[in-house]
């Protein structure tokens, strides 16, 4: 899915936005970590990394595809190797969203599975006691379950969004079908009844005309008043069809 091409109204494209700006929040808060030695790696390994993290979510949001998402999600794994701080918790959240919004569920939540199994590798080669390896993948695992209850309330949202507008085009599909019925029905029974009127009218006047100029007459005048009637009728309908235009300075024309 691409987030770019949803309206600036759907809430789920005012989530990703905010996104943009948690994103900078978190490099920044990040970088500052590093500066202030909070992390393991050196600063200037952190500040590289976060910034190419950063770049990678906006390159991302600019072009969303599964590549970019990939992209995402392996400069977030390096985030959270280098940086070893619970703050970076928030670039794998990031992470996933990404994953989520481009690739199928089923392999966005495969590829979860991913810092779950660094974490457990990297400690396994540095020799860590059973004890701190469960208490960091239960962690892991927790900040994992997270970032996907993030992403799957983006994707929920999206859905409702598009369901929305689905309906909204299906009302108003409707209202136009309706609309036309009515009016397809106001032009027959009035105005092709009149018209049907006025043609037997003139038929019979000019049967009479010769044997009874009266009565010719008398029956032009009914022709020319249902003609009058009938025009009456077709502009009630086209001023019907037509949107008003409310001018203050002429309230009362408006009404009439």
């Known amino acids: 899915m691409a987030p770019q091409s949803r309206t600036s109204q759907d809430p789920a494209s005012?989530?990703?936005?905010?996104?943009d700006y948690f994103c900078i929040l978190f490099a920044l808060v990040l970088i500052n970590s590093g500066i202030y030695g909070t992390n393991t790696a050196p600063v200037w390994i952190t500040v590289v990394i976060t910034i190419a993290f950063m770049i990678s979510w906006f390159v991302w949001r600019r072009w969303p595809s599964a590549s970019t998402a990939a992209l995402v999600g392996i400069v977030g794994v390096m985030v959270l190797v280098v940086?070893?701080?619970?703050?970076?918790?928030a670039a794998l959240w990031l992470s996933i969203v990404a994953l989520?919004?481009?690739?199928?569920?089923?392999?966005?939540?495969?590829?979860?599975?991913?810092?779950?199994?660094?974490?457990?590798?990297?400690?396994?080669?540095?020799?860590?006691?059973?004890?701190?390896?469960?208490?960091?993948?239960?962690?892991?695992?927790?900040?994992?379950?997270?970032?996907?209850a993030l992403a799957d309330s983006i994707n929920t949202s999206i859905d409702n969004t598009k369901q929305l507008k689905a309906a909204l085009r299906d009302s108003q599909e409707l209202a136009l079908?309706?609309?036309?019925?009515?009016?397809?029905?106001?032009?027959?029974?009035?105005?092709?009844?009149?018209?049907?009127?006025?043609?037997?009218?003139?038929?019979?006047?000019?049967?009479?005309?010769?044997?009874?100029?009266?009565?010719?007459?008398?029956?032009?005048?009914?022709?020319?008043?249902?003609?009058?009637d009938a025009l009456d009728s077709m502009r009630t309908t086209v001023r019907a069809m037509k949107p008003i235009s409310l001018n203050d300075e002429a309230l009362s024309p408006t009404l009439r």
């Open 14 to 19: 005012t989530f990703l936005r905010f996104l």
């Open 83 to 89: 940086a070893n701080n619970p703050i970076s918790v």
């Open 100 to 148: 989520s919004q481009s690739l199928p569920r089923s392999i966005a939540l495969a590829l979860c599975s991913i810092p779950v199994a660094t974490t457990i590798g990297l400690h396994l080669v540095v020799g860590s006691p059973f004890s701190k390896i469960a208490i960091e993948v239960g962690a892991m695992l927790i900040a994992v379950a997270a970032g996907i």
């Open 177 to 228: 079908s309706r609309e036309r019925e009515r009016i397809a029905a106001s032009l027959h029974d009035g105005l092709g009844h009149r018209l049907t009127s006025i043609g037997l009218s003139l038929d019979y006047s000019a049967r009479m005309i010769g044997r009874d100029p009266a009565k010719a007459r008398s029956e032009i005048d009914s022709a020319r008043q249902a003609t009058s």
